[in-house]
């Protein structure tokens, strides 16, 4: 016969003799009461009571931004056999001080995840929906592009509503990371340990505030053993890894070897587990794609481990930009000599895909003629409205095509170029030397808003964009090769 104790747990007070309760809240406390009874009456009979499974922890480390510190933290990982996700600013990749796309394949080999975080890094709130659809779809498509599997996303500055989560659904993210919504050393005390899973709204995710250099060990380590203490998701958030840089996003590389080598052993216990948000909310995966091989340079004045190298070797595959031929046979890019406005005008033309055109036969600029070099290209440039040249009175009009472009009208340039599409520029620019007034401020905000280009991070943070500093040959590779990342050549 089943003792009274065994009735009471599988079938209830009712199974076991005893009547129910009409107030829900006496009736609680009744059968808490009468639970520690039974278990002490198992206790003194020598029946154990059964022990409580421990809830499962799981722990995820993030990397904001692509920074380039982060390839040392991702090497501590591998070093102990945890994985992290790395949530990548696209338009940052390949310039000084982040990642390279090589170093992404490297990561991703590792069976990392890699995630979305916009092209440009914009507070997504302060963007129409069209442009905040635009840096958060075309972030992921190129990454796709790269050959990453791409399904979640966090936000810049953890800044979200209603509207910016749609966009982030519809652009075929599967969840989005917030920030200062678990208990964190310095705010949300009230605030739950961990995320539950699956997560109430899992396109915004509970997580900590942000690690920053005020972090300890043992902050960190009582992050983890809050959540193992009721269970759930720890993800956790790193910016740079480092000594010297942005010092309220940076914990040191000893710090973090630290923890992450204690987490490591944390493991063993058997309730705690390193995953990568993909794994933590149980996506299917694909293996990583293998890393691309080295690029060969097709000039020799570009070495192969140039900065530009991706983008100056994709131009010359393309037959954007052939370069020059020496002497000796070679072929050179001079990729620090400003463009003139004769070879934006082919630049344009063969991104357009050369386009079939036949010129006037009377030039419309009274400083060319039909054997001006590119004359055909500059004249196709002049019939599309992407360049018009300078009414210089009485009806005369002149297009210069020796003087070279500066970054502004590049940016009108491509602006045209991609057909002038609908934008609304922001009322405040992401750049300190941009302003309403600035010549062509809609079309340099909508080359940012795009990830063709970001501009410079000065040693304060602010971005500048140095409207009137000429386009050098290197930088207009890398501005067509991100152009065609989201206007693709017919």
């Known amino acids: 016969m089943r003792s009274l104790d065994q009735r009471f747990r599988k079938h209830g007070p009712r199974a076991a003799g005893i009547r129910r309760i009409g107030n829900p809240k006496k009736y609680k406390r009744i059968v808490a009461v009468l639970g520690a009874l039974l278990l002490t009456a198992g206790a003194l009979t020598g029946v154990a009571a059964p022990a409580r499974a421990a809830a499962q922890t799981i722990v995820s480390l993030t990397f904001d ?143 900590p505030d942000e690690v920053d250099s005020t972090w300890t060990l043992q902050n960190l380590e009582d992050l983890v053993t809050n959540a193992e203490s009721t269970g759930g998701w720890l993800e956790l958030t790193f910016h740079h890894i480092a000594v010297g840089t942005d010092p309220t996003l940076t914990i040191s590389p000893t710090l973090f070897d630290t923890f992450v080598t204690w987490l490591a052993a944390r493991t063993a216990n058997g309730t705690t587990s390193v995953r990568t948000v993909a794994q933590a909310l149980g996506q299917p995966t694909t293996p990583p794609p293998p890393p691309p091989p080295p690029a060969s340079s097709p000039f020799t004045d570009v070495p192969s481990n140039y900065t530009y190298i991706t983008e100056i070797t994709w131009l010359a595959t393309q037959g954007i930009s052939t370069g020059w031929v020496e002497a000796n046979g070679t072929r050179t890019y001079h990729p620090l000599e400003p463009v003139n406005r004769d070879a934006m005008a082919a630049f344009m033309y063969r991104l357009a895909g050369s386009p079939a055109f036949s010129p006037p036969a009377v030039s419309p600029f009274a400083d060319m003629t039909t054997q001006t070099p590119f004359y055909k290209e500059i004249t196709w440039l002049s019939t599309q409205g992407i360049s018009t040249g300078w ?100």
């Open 65 to 207: 931004d692509g920074n380039g510190n982060q390839l040392a933290a991702e090497q501590v990982l591998k070093a102990h056999g945890l994985v992290g996700t790395f949530f990548i600013t696209t338009s940052w990749i390949g310039t000084p001080g982040y990642l390279t796309q090589t170093d992404l394949h490297t990561i991703a080999g590792d069976g990392n995840e890699i995630g979305g975080h916009t092209v440009t890094h914009p507070d997504l709130t302060t963007l129409t929906s069209a442009a905040a659809s635009a840096e958060i779809c075309n972030g992921k498509s190129t990454l796709e592009s790269w050959g990453f599997q791409v399904n979640n996303f966090a936000y810049p500055f953890a800044a979200e509503n209603a509207s910016v989560q749609s966009d982030v659904k519809n652009c075929g993210f599967a969840s989005g990371r917030g920030l200062g919504d678990i208990r964190s050393p310095a705010s949300c005390p009230s605030c739950p340990f961990a995320e539950t899973l699956p997560p109430a709204n899992p396109l915004v995710t509970k997580a």
């Open 391 to 490: 009414d210089e009175g009485n009806g005369i009009r002149t297009y210069r095509p020796l003087q070279p472009v500066n970054r502004d009208a590049m940016a009108a340039f491509m602006y045209r170029l991609a057909g002038s599409p609908a934008y609304a520029a922001p009322a405040a620019s992401p750049f300190t030397d941009v302003t309403p007034q600035t010549p062509f401020y809609k079309e340099i905000n909508w080359l940012s808003t795009t990830g063709i280009s970001t501009g410079w991070t000065e040693s304060n943070g602010t971005r500048t964009y140095r409207p009137v500093t000429a386009v050098a040959r290197d930088a207009m590779a890398a501005f067509m090769y991100r152009y065609n990342t989201s206007f693709p050549r017919s």
